[in-house]
């Protein structure tokens, strides 16, 4: 089941992350109002954690 929702997750990994764009979109105009700092900061954040979870699931459907 885990398996299936991956191969979903990794077909379908565009989509994903301009629908995370999208829904931290107003996030990002927000925090570039306060301080263009944050809104770096925070965009850079969101794209580790990205990079992050496709790394663990190719990695679990390596060894796993």
């Known amino acids: 089941m885990f398996m299936v929702l991956t191969f979903i997750l990794l077909l379908h990994y565009d989509k994903y992350i301009y629908l995370i764009k999208l829904s931290f979109h107003h996030y990002y105009d927000l925090l570039s109002f306060i ?5 770096y ?6 794209y580790i954690l990205i990079i992050a979870t496709t790394i663990y699931f190719i990695f679990y459907l390596l060894f796993f």
Do not use: A, H, R
Not at 35 to 39: A, G
């Open 41 to 46: 900061k925070f965009f850079f954040v969101s």
């Open 35 to 39: 301080s263009p700092y944050y809104y």
